[in-house]
């Protein structure tokens, strides 16, 4: 008998390991320069509760600590992307996934203040002149299934009545020298849309806006956002924000990857 309960006694206290689970926003677009969100929240505790969560991103020796994660993968390349849990008797998990990152295989747009819309827009010397005339081009090739890019020209300005914002999926950025591009929303409730669209060939509903001045030159709102989105994993890096804010919907999903569909403001000034 006393055999027996000794038995049962070391069997209760056997320790259990964590689990380790990595989950990711599902449908983004993963064109390097690409940020993207990891997060160990759906692991699950052991015989005591996880009190580290460590990264390995398999770049350049890139390491980290914490239970939600972004990580800039700068160059394309295929990652194993590496999470270990550990528990506070130090028992440990691991859980690993590939992240594949593409070089931009897509048509770049240019698009100047002085440039004009019957020009084909494939050059810095024949530049499209309206941000709406060279969205509609991009939606043309974007829709054969790879995200197009638009350069808009530094030190223009466009002000847009109404709200407006690139394809999805598509990439936005700045040529030339000196300051950042600007656009501009001076009316009320008018902004610049990260929102979601329809999902084309896998590469998802993103959208990375990089180097753009997006601003209201009609003063501060008080109630109104500049710029709106939703929870696809669309970026908006090194862009300044004036005027008002951002604005970000979130729609609850019922799986785990739908849990982390966030969206990245990345070395903006607001």
């Known amino acids: 008998m006393i055999l027996s309960t000794l038995l049962m006694a070391l069997a209760i206290q056997t320790p259990v390991d964590p689990t380790a689970a990595i989950t990711t926003p599902g449908n983004t677009m993963k064109i390097a320069p690409y940020t993207m969100m990891f997060s160990g929240t759906t692991s699950t505790d052991g015989s005591s509760p996880i009190v580290r969560w460590e990264w390995d991103f398999d770049d350049r020796g890139a390491t980290d600590e914490g239970m939600v994660m972004a990580h800039r993968f700068d160059s394309a390349g295929t990652y194993d992307v590496e999470l270990t849990v550990v528990g506070g008797d130090g028992h ?156 970000v919907s979130h729609t609850a999903g019922s799986t785990p990857s739908q849990h982390v569909k966030l969206f990245i403001l990345e070395d903006c000034t607001i």
């Not at 509903?205 to 501060?220: M, P």
Request: hydrophobic share 30%; aromatic share 8%; net charge negative.
């Open 92 to 247: 440990t998990d691991t859980d690993t996934i590939e992240v594949v990152v593409s070089a931009f295989s897509g048509t770049t747009f240019y698009v100047s203040s002085s440039g004009s819309d019957r020009n084909n827009g494939l050059s810095t010397s024949r530049p499209f002149k309206t941000l709406s005339y060279a969205e509609s081009q991009m939606n043309i090739t974007t829709s054969s299934g790879s995200p197009n890019k638009l350069l808009l020209k530094r030190g223009d300005t466009w002000t847009i009545t109404g709200n407006w914002g690139p394809p999805s999926p598509s990439i936005v950025d700045a040529y030339g020298g000196g300051a950042k591009p600007i656009i501009d929303f001076p009316t009320a409730d008018d902004h610049f849309s990260m929102g979601a669209g329809s999902a084309t060939s896998g590469w998802g509903l993103s959208r990375i806006v990089n180097n753009i001045n997006i601003t209201n030159s009609s003063g501060d709102r008080l109630t109104d956002d500049i710029v709106t989105g939703t929870e696809w994993g669309s970026t908006l890096r090194d862009c300044d924000l004036e005027g008002g804010g951002v604005k």
